[in-house]
């Protein structure tokens, strides 16, 4: 993999007329990981999208070396037609892909409309997405909701082995997550 | 990238020209066609009134079947998070709504034009008449699907956005009407050219409009 950054510079994000944090700041490098924490509407999903470069961030900015690879609550998947199909659409956007259906466990799925999936089994459709895209940055919002234990342990093998090849997982997430030199950012301290 | 931009019109297609299970072109050319034979039920069965104004109501239906499929055009992919992963793949909103104009022209213009053809015998207008029908709706349509389009992004994530969609293209679709259906009555083809025109500026407004809209819905 390609050498990655990502850095935030004095990030602030403002959602109507609250400021949600100020002054957030930090730079990973290739094969590091780092989790925001923090309670509910703290901002952690908004941080998830301003470091996307899909909002825009009311303070500050931020550089980013890489591919980004986004996973959040919505599986970008479309819901009528079946696993299979609805994720060939992005490997043929994606490129071709290797195992990751069967790394997931999602074969026996592929016949299954997507919106009768489960949310776990949402989830790791949306994981066989990001794997596919092949993305040097990992930017994964709460990726342990409603998965089982065999999941949460596989989301964490995944994102272990994708950092020691060199990329970037950001998790947002208020459950523990087991990553090896797994860094911790506190939004609680940032907030304005 | 033309591979990418076959992959977008194909899922495009799919979705808006046979539909699944959300009715594709089924829907809007039912209706075109059941406006078409209400008509002459309502007027009476006077044949030369029919065939004077046939013309116009099918112009009429042409336009309220197109605003049939809005909610379907951007909301869905809005919603599910599509928008969001194509901008991190580098693929711009400009294009998919390119794309999806194309596609919504496909799945309702030529399907109206076929259509058109026993909607003008219900409403007993003869074949030179059609023939101007015919030409002006193929100059038309395109800019009614662009509209659609546009007027879709923009009420993306409103509530209540299909409605206020559905209300926002009759007015800014009036420039089409009165020149298609108006070449009828003049019987010329200046009409068509004019339609055409508004028709090519549309096409070429929707995509900006329509990507500046989705990008600002998604903030």
Avoid at chain 1, 3 to 32: M, P, Y
Wanted: charged share 15%.
């Amino acid at each position: 993999m390609q050498d990655c950054r990502i850095a935030a510079n004095t990030l602030a994000c403002r959602r109507g007329d609250r400021l949600l944090f100020r002054a957030l700041s930090f730079a990973l490098s290739s094969g590091q990981a780092l989790q925001l924490v923090g309670a509910n509407g703290i901002g952690k999903s908004s941080l998830i999208r301003i470091l996307a470069g899909l909002a825009p961030a009311y303070a500050g900015t931020v550089e980013r070396t890489g591919t980004i690879g986004l996973v959040d609550e919505r599986p970008a998947l479309d819901p009528h037609k079946p696993l299979g199909e609805a994720l060939g659409f992005w490997q043929r956007i994606d490129g071709p892909a290797d195992n990751e259906l069967a790394q997931l466990g999602l074969s026996a799925l592929l016949d299954v409309p997507v919106r009768y999936l489960s949310t776990g089994q949402k989830k790791r459709a949306a994981l066989a997405r990001l794997l596919g895209q092949k993305a040097a940055i990992w930017l994964l919002d709460e990726p342990l909701n409603g998965l089982d234990t065999r999941g949460v342990a596989l989301v964490e093998a995944l994102a272990a082995e994708h950092c020691r090849q060199g990329g970037i997982c950001v998790i947002a997430s208020h459950q523990p997550f087991n990553l090896p030199g797994l860094q911790r950012l506190d939004l609680l301290e940032h907030v304005a | 990238m033309s591979a990418r931009l076959f992959t977008l019109l194909r899922r495009d297609l799919g979705l808006l020209l046979l539909g699944g299970r959300r009715g594709g072109a089924t829907l809007p050319v039912l209706f075109f066609l059941a406006v078409a034979m209400l008509y002459p039920f309502a007027v009476g069965p006077d044949a030369p009134l029919l065939a004077r104004t046939g013309g116009g109501v099918i112009w009429v239906a042409a336009l309220l079947a197109a605003i049939l499929p809005l909610d379907r055009l951007i909301e869905p992919d809005l919603e599910q998070g599509m928008f969001d992963q194509w901008a991190l793949r580098g693929i711009s909103e400009e294009l998919i709504v390119a794309v999806r104009v194309l596609a919504h022209w496909l799945s309702f213009g030529p399907p109206l034009m076929l259509a058109a053809v026993p909607a003008s015998a219900l409403v007993g207008i003869d074949a030179d008449k059609l023939r101007i029908v015919e030409l002006g709706l193929l100059a038309g349509t395109p800019g009614l699907a662009a509209l659609g389009v546009m007027v879709a992004a923009l009420t993306a994530g409103l509530r209540g956005g299909a409605a206020l969609g559905g209300l926002l293209v009759i007015p800014l679709a009036i420039p089409l009407l009165v020149f298609g259906a108006g070449s009828l009555a003049i019987g010329g083809e200046s009409g068509i050219a004019l339609t055409a025109a508004f028709s090519l500026v549309l096409l070429a407004i929707t995509p900006f409009a329509a990507g500046a809209a989705i990008r600002s819905a998604r903030g």
